[in-house]
């Protein structure tokens, strides 16, 4: 293999990652948004893993927010690194709200996944085919 079919391949693999994994997020953000208030209430109480007992529609606002803008920003390829960044919050929230609770790998296994996915797009990027690289000159950059 070439050094340039691998940047290919690695390129590639990135954004078939993010079209995939922003694509569901979109989708799961969406149905976030349309449970208002009170969805995003007990959505921040997770927060009280970190001993944050305050503001917890603005929290369940924030994971639902890096959800479906996070989730459409990884599909343009836009800004991946800042959104990364905070979908692993999101992921390690709430992945240790579940371990909290007691549950089973069964059920805190999508969000432990999810954290090291975007762990890794933190420190990729998007990619080559990442529109910020296009419209915004970013190649290269922490933003891309």
């Known amino acids: ?12 693999g990135l954004l078939v990652v993010r079209l995939g994994v922003g694509t569901v997020l979109a989708v799961m953000g969406w149905k ?10 007990s959505l ?41 960044a905070l979908l692993l919050f999101t992921m390690v929230t709430a992945t240790l709200m579940q371990l909290g609770q007691g549950d089973t790998l069964g059920k805190y296994a999508h969000s432990l996944n999810l954290a090291f996915v975007f762990a890794g797009l933190l420190f990729a990027g998007g990619g080559r085919y990442a529109l910020g690289n296009a419209i915004l000159g970013l190649r290269g950059k922490w933003f891309t």
């Open 1 to 12: 293999m070439t050094d340039q079919s691998k940047v290919f391949s690695k390129d590639v």
């Open 32 to 41: 976030k948004w349309l449970g208002g208030e009170a969805l995003w209430e």
């Open 44 to 84: 921040g109480g997770a927060m009280k893993v970190f001993g944050i007992t305050v503001w917890p529609v603005f929290w369940g606002f924030m994971a639902m927010f890096s959800e479906l803008v996070g989730g459409l920003m990884l599909v343009l390829g836009l800004l991946v690194r800042p959104f990364a």
